[in-house]
Structure formats: structure tokens, C-alpha cells
């Protein structure tokens, strides 16, 4: 492949570049000599990284390599790749920080699911491995063993939960076989509502898996039990799950500052109908993330409107601080019509490689970006790739996904809302699903050039998602070509305003109480509600918690929010007590309340004096009362019992 050394040398202008021909081989001495000095070494070639690496052991600097070959230079438009090399080589320099992992031990206790003869087969292969128990749900013709090696019984799992080392069944129709069975096993009386525990759950049923995206849930393995090489295959990956394995933790979370809900009402639900295994459950006002068993798809942390949960591999700004070093080199180094190109390392980088090898390579102007999974890219990311200058923008994606990946697909159609409405014409943000690298290239092939913004942005910043989505949006609205103020977006977008029906409103605050960012503001010195956009994530708390259900999200975009201050929705004159002249209320409110008990309450006749304990504060209501020996229930024959909490709740959902 041709090496445009001016190109990487422009695009990388504070670095020392050279080319070799060989420096895995005659040339390895140039490289050991490289290894020997100071500073970041960055090597424009992945194959012979663990040959690099053994000779470059005990290097005090880091060590980063690029795989220019097969996403650059094996191109049939590879004498144009030098400005895409230099952005590679850019990127690869840029620190990834370390992520925590947690630990997943397995004692080799496996459980056999299956429903006839290939259940236990299986186990026969294992037992020399595990310790196996064979269950048979709804048992035809199984022969008794002439030794019992392992547990053969009966039994239908009703329910499954837990990952690898720490399983728990719950079975139905359980029983033991009668020792005396002859041609076929004969079972016990069945039993109901057992329990099982295991390390490994093996399931031959050939019926539906017992896990959402089973395929991601470790140490829960299936096969098509009529395949006896899938069977055979599961059985090779059984075999080896026993000791301490080392799990990423993929997700960061800070219950703190989690909006899923507040006093038993329902905000926030976002990462609950995106996580695809399950591991995401409700946990009083926030959620939980079972680390064990998340799969890392990562679509939880674009999706939190506040940031409490975020992806760690690598965080966001990490990421961000990739996409700058990439696309202002690009730019730098004289490439132009930039497209990023998202992809995983299991399926992309496989088909990038094979399209390098037997088709005609990546455009010249695609900029491969691998990443843990595609579905951990957010809005974040989008924005500040076309704020730094790229002009579009793919995802590739497996045709059947290993887990639904809506939230993805909710965050490309957002970014194409707010690309159009900045004027960014033509569809420039799509993904490609396909296992064909043909395809592939047949498809950014097709891709006709745009235009980028005539000015790139050069912002870095550091911080959690939600700082960086408005920081990249703010820089995005500054560079594009036709910027709009204010752009309409989807439901479920984190960024908004509310709308409140005033004539409705009581000014009772309750919405204030409930928001958790501040966005609904009051004043403690007069009856007022204020609203400040820039706090607002849209997670309908107040929506949920308003008593008169007088709010509604508007999801939006205003580049003003930022700057603008807060903004008041209702404001009324105050109530003052008759008796000392202090605020205390809602003047209007106070009036209706007094105007339905006069006369329509037993405790209240028309034109009594009591009705002015109404008009007081708490504290003259109590002197009141006191002084005029206020009782209540006299005059009432018939004292009707209390009303509590649940009394008025229940009153309240027959309203609803």
C-alpha cells in the first residue's frame, strides 16, 4: 500500500512520523530504538502487535497501535487514504481511561434443561468436567441408566433468574425417578414451587429461552436440540466456565440524581424499557443495574436524561476527546467529506477487514471508529462529530441484533431532527445493517458528498453526558450552516420545556416539590411559578405528580435556554391572614376554598365566624381556635370516622 507520509506529517504536525517497509522484520531494529524513547509511540500496524509489544517490554510510555492496512491502506482508493491515516493514527494516541470489573465465580454446578435423550448425552460429555444434573420437562421414553453417574429428574422451570455462579430456578412438576424404573424412567409423585441453584444453566428444551437476550445473559447457554453440532458447540463452551472470571462493569451509576420517581409516582423510565436482559429494575425513587447481569449494550447511558447512568468503556468525554482527534486531523491533513463509521470489534471490524481483503477496501473519506457496542454511541457524540467537522455519519449493525436496539434508532432519528433543523441537508445519519462486507462497501460507496460546516469547532471539555450533549449542541448550533433557535423534538427526548394550563393551575406547587433539577422553581415570597428550560430532562415527574393534571412535556430544543432566565408560568396575588397580615397562600385559592365550605359544610354554617379561621395563617388559626374553645363536633349526633391517608389516596385513583 502507498504511504502518504506528507499527508500524516500535515495532519499530525506536532509528532514525528516515519515509514518503513519492513519493521517487523529487517527493519525491527528502527523500532526497538523508537521503543527506547520517551513519550507516546504510536504503530501504524495491529498484526504484529504482540511481537512489538514483546520487544518493547518494559517501556515506561504508552504504546498504541492503528490498523492502517485494512482500513486505509487496502482501499481501491488508498493513494487518497493519507489524511484518513493521520486522523487513525490521531485517535489511537488519545489516553482511554481504565474501567472497574467485578468478579463471576463458578463451581462447575450445571443443570441440564432438556426433554429427552440429547439432555442427556450432553451430560454424559460433562460429567467428567461438572458436577451435572439432568432435568427433563414433560419426559417421553427415557432409558434408566445402568449406573446413575448424575441426577436424572423431572421438572419444568416456571421461572429463571441470576447470571454464571448464581442461578435460581423455580420449578414445577418436580420429581425424583423410582430406582426400580426398568425400560423407561418411571417419577415420583410431582411436586410444585422448588427451588434450584446452580453455576451454569444448559438448555436443550428446544421451548423459549428463559431469558430475554439469552445470548447475553453468561452462563446461561442454548442450543437447538435436533443440531448436534449447536449442541455439541454448547457443550465445549459449558465445559469452561469454571473458576473467577473477570466481567467489565459497563455502567456507572449515581442514584443520587436518578428522576425515575419521587413519593410512589413514575417519572423517568427510560433505561427500563431500553435494557434488553433485565438488569435494570425499579428501586424506590431511582433504579438498580445488576452488573452481574448487564451485557454492556449501553443503551441505558445515552438515554438518561440527568447522567446517573454512564457507559464506561470508555466514558463520554473519553470518547469525545477520540472523535475531536480524529476529525480535526482529518480536516487538518486535507480530507474533506468526512463520514464516521461506528462499528463494533466482533462484527464490524470483521467486515472491514474482509472488505480490505477481497473487495475494494473503505472510501477514502470513512472513518472507521470502533467502539464496545454501537448502541452505546449518544446524541453527545452526533453533535460534536458534526460540530467538529464531519459531514455524515453510519452505524454498523448486525441484521438481527443480538439485543433491540431502539434506543439507538431513537437517538439517529433525534439527530436528524436537529441536523435539518441547523441545515444540514440530506440524510446524514443512518445505519447499515448487513453481515456482507460487499454490502458494506457497496453502501458507503453510495453515499454522496455533502458538506460539513465551513468552520470546525475545536472544543474539549471534560464532566458527565449531560453537560457534554449541551456543550456539543451549543458549539453545533455556532458552526452550522442555516441555525434555527428553537427545534421541535420526539417524545422522549431529554431536552424541553413544559407547558402548564394556567386557567387550571392552583399554584398548590406540588410540581416544584417533585421536579429534582430545579427546573420548577417558586418564590418563597410570593405565589409564583417559574420555569427554567436549561435544568428541564423531561422526565415527567411533574406531569405525574400535578394534582389538576395541567402539565404537559414539550420536548424541544431552544439554544437560548442557556442564557435565558427563568421564565414565569403563573403568578398570583397573595393571600394575607385577616389577622396578622402575613402571606400565606394563594388568594384566589383561599377564596374558592372558603366559598365551597360556607354553608355546604357541616362545620362551617352560613354567616358563622368559624369561616375565618380559613382566611388565617396556621399559626392565627390555632390562636383562633384556642380562643373561641373551637369544637368541631359539637352539634354533631353522629361523629362518622376519620378519614386517613389511604382513605384519600383511594379517593383520588377512583378520580383518576
Known amino acids: 500500500m502507498r504511504l502518504d507520509t506528507g499527508a500524516v506529517q500535515r495532519g499530525c504536525r506536532k509528532s514525528q512520523i516515519a515509514e518503513f517497509r519492513q519493521l517487523c522484520r529487517a527493519e525491527l531494529e528502527q523500532f526497538r530504538n523508537a521503543a527506547g524513547a520517551e513519550g507516546t509511540l504510536v504503530v501504524g500496524c495491529s498484526q504484529e502487535a504482540p511481537l512489538f509489544g514483546a520487544e518493547a517490554k518494559g517501556r515506561s510510555g504508552k504504546m498504541e497501535f492503528a490498523n492502517l492496512r485494512e482500513t486505509a491502506g487496502w482501499s481501491t482508493e488508498g493513494t487518497k487514504a493519507g489524511p484518513k491515516m493521520a486522523a487513525l493514527l490521531a485517535a489511537a494516541s488519545e489516553p482511554a481511561p481504565s474501567f472497574p470489573f467485578i468478579t463471576l465465580s463458578s463451581e462447575g454446578v450445571i443443570l441440564i434443561y432438556g426433554r429427552d435423550e440429547v439432555a442427556v448425552e450432553a ?98 447457554l442454548s442450543a437447538d436440540p435436533r443440531d448436534p453440532a449447536a449442541m455439541l458447540r454448547a457443550v465445549l463452551r459449558a465445559r469452561d466456565l469454571v473458576g473467577s472470571f473477570d466481567k467489565p462493569k459497563y455502567v456507572n451509576f449515581t442514584a443520587e440524581i436518578c428522576v425515575h420517581s419521587r413519593s410512589g409516582l413514575t417519572g423517568c423510565h427510560r433505561c427500563l424499557d431500553l435494557c434488553p436482559t433485565g438488569a435494570i429494575t425499579p428501586d424506590g425513587d431511582h433504579v438498580k443495574i445488576n452488573a452481574e447481569v448487564c451485557a454492556g449494550c449501553g443503551q441505558c447511558a445515552p438515554a438518561c436524561p440527568t447522567g446517573a447512568a454512564t457507559y464506561a468503556l470508555p466514558p463520554a468525554d473519553a470518547l469525545l476527546h477520540k472523535l475531536r482527534a ?200 410570593r405565589p409564583v411559578l417559574k420555569f427554567v428550560e436549561d435544568a428541564c430532562v423531561q422526565c415527567g415527574l411533574c406531569q405525574s405528580t400535578c394534582p389538576e393534571k395541567v402539565i404537559t412535556l414539550k420536548p424541544q430544543i431552544d439554544f437560548r435556554a442557556a442564557t435565558a432566565p427563568p421564565v414565569i408560568i403563573k403568578e398570583e396575588e397573595p393571600a394575607l391572614c385577616i389577622r396578622c397580615g402575613k402571606s400565606f397562600g394563594v388568594k384566589s385559592t383561599i377564596e374558592k376554598v372558603a366559598a365551597k365550605l360556607e354553608g355546604r359544610h357541616w362545620m362551617y354554617p352560613a354567616g358563622d365566624k368559624r369561616l375565618d379561621v380559613v382566611r388565617m395563617c396556621a399559626d392565627c388559626r390555632v390562636i383562633a381556635m384556642s380562643e373561641q374553645q373551637f369544637d368541631p363536633f359539637v352539634g354533631v349526633s353522629e361523629r362518622a370516622p376519620p378519614r386517613t391517608t389511604e382513605d384519600y389516596l383511594r379517593l383520588r385513583e377512583s378520580k383518576d
Open 326 to 525: 480524529m476529525l480535526l486531523t482529518y480536516r487538518e491533513a486535507g480530507g474533506s467529506h468526512a463520514v464516521v463509521l461506528f462499528h463494533d470489534g466482533q462484527h464490524g471490524t470483521a467486515l472491514i477487514d474482509a472488505l480490505a481483503r477481497y473487495g475494494d477496501g473503505l472510501p477514502a473519506n470513512v472513518l472507521p471508529f470502533a467502539v464496545n457496542e454501537v448502541t452505546q454511541v449518544g446524541l453527545e457524540a452526533v453533535a460534536a462529530s458534526f460540530a467538529y467537522g464531519a459531514a455524515g455519519m453510519r452505524f454498523l449493525l448486525r441484521p438481527k441484533p443480538l439485543h433491540d436496539v431502539s434506543g439507538l434508532s431513537q437517538t439517529i432519528a433525534m439527530a436528524d431532527i436537529i441536523l435539518s433543523g441547523l441545515g444540514f441537508s440530506g440524510r446524514r445519519v443512518s445505519a447499515i445493517e448487513t453481515n456482507d462486507p460487499d454490502v458494506l462497501g457497496e453502501v458507503l460507496r453510495a453515499i454522496e458528498p455533502m458538506p460539513a460546516a465551513e468552520r470546525s469547532a475545536t472544543f474539549k471539555t471534560v464532566g458527565k453526558r449531560r453537560d457534554l450533549l449541551r456543550f456539543a449542541l451549543h458549539e453545533l448550533h455556532r458552526v452550522a450552516p442555516a441555525p434555527s433557535d428553537v427545534i421541535a423534538l420526539s417524545q422522549g427526548a431529554p431536552l424541553g420545556a413544559v407547558t402548564v394550563n394556567t386557567d387550571g393551575c392552583t399554584l398548590c406547587l406540588a410540581c416544584v416539590s417533585a421536579c429534582p433539577t430545579g427546573a420548577l422553581r417558586d418564590d418563597p415570597e
Open 123 to 220: 451430560g454424559q460429555l460433562l460429567a467428567d468436567h461438572l458436577d451435572v444434573t439432568i432435568m427433563i420437562t414433560k419426559p417421553s421414553q427415557i432409558m434408566p441408566p445402568a449406573t446413575t453417574s448424575f441426577p436424572i429428574v423431572q421438572g419444568t422451570i416456571r421461572n429463571a433468574k441470576g447470571h454464571l455462579g448464581a442461578f435460581e430456578l423455580t420449578v414445577d412438576d418436580y420429581a425424583a425417578p423410582r430406582p426400580s424404573s426398568r425400560d423407561a424412567l418411571v417419577f415420583e409423585a410431582p411436586r410444585n414451587g422448588l427451588t434450584s441453584r446452580c453455576d451454569i444453566v444448559l438448555d436443550l428444551s428446544g421451548g423459549t429461552p428463559l431469558f430475554p437476550a439469552h445470548d447475553l445473559r453468561d452462563g446461561y
